[in-house]
């Protein structure tokens, strides 16, 4: 009878027990209602660490709405904001894995209830929803302050906590790659390229400029802008990207193909073009690059590369020439001299237009200037030539032709 006694006495103590801790997590949940924050914070925690009330998903979903209060409460918005975030997410998500995941149970839809402007608080959602825009408002506000570190923390965790909103995914990934956190920015860029009726087009541009410039993985960008192109065959500049990549994997003939079928449909894009004519020049095609280059001018004539180009071609045809004529013995210089050195001055004559537009361009480029300088002292245009060495002298002082 006494060890029955005691059995049932020991039965009364951990009944006790047990509706004291749910008292706990009750005066946690009250204290929460009358926003007695840090006295509901003490008592949720004190009931996480029960047994039994530590071991129920509604325990976890009042400590996240607790930890999100206090989240949203706290306006210095540092690194420590951030880890309550962080913490309050945890939270949420240890309650939705004791639901086993179902998002129909009725813990589970309290814990995604929808937070609608203008609506009384009553009807407002408490849980991933409300501490998703708590977040989201810290990172638009960090943002302003051109603190792109914790804006990105704060976009971070808001996208995190809905990968569904892409508005706050890109904002996560763009604020990453200012920031120069490359694994952050291709997380969520390629998290973009998942989801079916978004428009992935910006993604594409980023993760190809990561992959190329970022990592220095000529492969990997390539294979991102063959993909993009799939999508979006019309988009220009993933044809120069495409294009620009086959060339520094030197696959030539795919290259060659790109182009020529980019050309089809977009004829005067200067930039395609004068690919097309680097190919050319690279076959050894020298006329066939400058016509390439020359049409590059006429499509966009402040195109820049297009102007030197072309006239680095009639230069080098020029020189070319000279070296011949240097070359030639004593009787065939009596006989072709004069012919082959009015043909290198008339090649000068094409090439000044060309170098003189890229100068205006570029208009602190010595490089231009001194074959400008060259070009019109071997025509004998002496006031264009002084001009052209005031203009060096100015720059790289009196003694730069001794350099």
Same mark, same amino acid.
């Given at each position: $009878?006494?060890?029955?006694?005691? =059995?049932?006495?020991?039965? /009364?103590?951990?009944?006790?027990?047990?509706?004291?801790?749910?008292?706990?997590?009750?005066?946690?949940?009250?204290?929460?209602?009358?926003?007695?924050?840090?006295? @509901?914070?003490?008592?949720?925690?004190?009931?996480?660490?029960?047994?039994?009330?530590?071991?129920?998903?509604?325990?976890?979903?009042?400590?996240?709405?607790?930890?999100?209060?206090?989240?949203?409460?706290?306006?210095?918005?540092?690194?420590?904001?951030?880890?309550?975030?962080?913490?309050?997410?945890?939270?949420?998500?240890?309650?939705?894995?004791?639901?086993? $995941?179902?998002?129909?149970?009725?813990?589970?839809?309290?814990?995604?209830?929808?937070?609608?402007?203008?609506?009384?608080?009553?009807?407002?959602?408490?849980?991933?929803?409300?501490?998703?825009?708590? %977040?989201?408002?810290?990172?638009?506000?960090?943002?302003?302050?051109?603190?792109?570190?914790?804006?990105?923390?704060?976009?971070?965790?808001?996208?995190?906590?809905?990968?569904?909103?892409? %508005?706050?995914?890109?904002? @996560?990934?763009?604020?990453?790659?200012?920031?120069?956190?490359?694994?952050? =920015?291709?997380?969520?860029?390629?998290?973009?390229?998942?989801?079916?009726?978004?428009?992935?087009?910006?993604?594409?541009?980023?993760?190809?400029?990561?992959?190329?410039?970022?990592?220095?993985?000529?492969?990997?960008?390539?294979?991102?802008?063959?993909?993009?192109?799939?999508?979006?065959?019309?988009?220009? /500049?993933?044809?120069?990207?495409?294009?620009?990549?086959?060339?520094?994997?030197?696959?030539?003939?795919?290259?060659?193909?790109?182009?020529?079928?980019?050309?089809?449909?977009?004829?005067?894009?200067?930039?395609?073009?004068?690919?097309?004519?680097?190919?050319?020049?690279?076959?050894?095609?020298?006329?066939?690059?400058?016509?390439?280059?020359?049409?590059?001018?006429?499509?966009?004539?402040?195109?820049?590369?297009?102007?030197?180009?072309?006239?680095?071609?009639?230069?080098?045809?020029?020189?070319?020439?000279?070296?011949?004529?240097?070359?030639?013995?004593?009787?065939?210089?009596?006989?072709? =001299?004069?012919? $082959?050195?009015?043909? @290198?001055?008339?090649?000068?004559?094409?090439?000044?237009?060309?170098?003189?537009?890229? =100068?205006?361009?570029?208009?602190?480029?010595?490089?231009? $200037?001194?074959?400008?300088?060259?070009?019109?002292?071997?025509?004998?245009?002496?006031?264009?030539?002084?001009?052209?060495?005031?203009?060096?002298?100015?720059?790289?002082?009196?003694?730069?032709?001794?350099?």
């Amino acid at each position: $009878m006494k060890k029955l006694i005691l =059995s049932l006495a020991l039965v /009364g103590i951990a009944a006790t027990v047990a509706f004291g801790q749910k008292k706990v997590v009750k005066s946690a949940e009250k204290n929460l209602r009358k926003g007695e924050i840090e006295a @509901a914070y003490s008592d949720i925690k004190t009931a996480i660490t029960d047994e039994e009330t530590g071991s129920e998903s509604e325990t976890y979903f009042i400590k996240g709405k607790i930890e999100t209060q206090m989240f949203e409460a706290d306006s210095s918005n540092t690194q420590e904001t951030v880890a309550l975030g962080r913490e309050a997410e945890s939270s949420f998500m240890k309650t939705f894995e004791m639901e086993n $995941m179902d998002s129909t149970s009725s813990v589970s839809k309290d814990l995604f209830k929808e937070v609608v402007p203008d609506m009384p608080a009553n009807f407002q959602g408490e849980g991933v929803y409300r501490l998703k825009n708590a %977040s989201f408002n810290k990172a638009i506000e960090k943002y302003e302050e051109d603190d792109m570190e914790l804006s990105y923390e704060f976009f971070s965790l808001a996208a995190d906590l809905d990968p569904k909103d892409t %508005s706050i995914v890109f904002n @996560a990934g763009y604020t990453a790659n200012m920031i120069g956190n490359t694994e952050g =920015s291709k997380r969520y860029f390629t998290h973009l390229l998942d989801i079916e009726e978004y428009n992935k087009l910006n993604a594409y541009y980023f993760l190809i400029q990561i992959a190329s410039a970022e990592e220095n993985n000529p492969e990997e960008a390539y294979r991102l802008a063959k993909e993009a192109r799939e999508l979006y065959p019309e988009d220009k /500049g993933l044809a120069e990207f495409e294009i620009q990549l086959l060339l520094q994997l030197d696959k030539m003939d795919e290259a060659m193909a790109s182009i020529e079928e980019a050309l089809k449909t977009d004829p005067d894009n200067a930039a395609i073009r004068l690919r097309y004519g680097y190919l050319k020049e690279k076959s050894g095609d020298m006329e066939g690059a400058l016509e390439e280059y020359k049409r590059t001018v006429e499509a966009d004539a402040e195109f820049f590369e297009g102007n030197y180009y072309a006239g680095a071609i009639y230069l080098d045809k020029a020189r070319n020439i000279i070296t011949e004529v240097n070359n030639l013995s004593d009787d065939e210089w009596e006989e072709k =001299s004069d012919t $082959m050195l009015a043909e @290198a001055d008339s090649l000068y004559e094409e090439a000044l237009p060309y170098f003189t537009k890229a =100068s205006e361009l570029q208009p602190d480029n010595t490089d231009i $200037m001194e074959i400008l300088f060259q070009m019109h002292t071997r025509l004998k245009n002496e006031a264009k030539a002084e001009e052209y060495n005031q203009k060096l002298s100015d720059k790289l002082g009196a003694d730069w032709l001794e350099r």
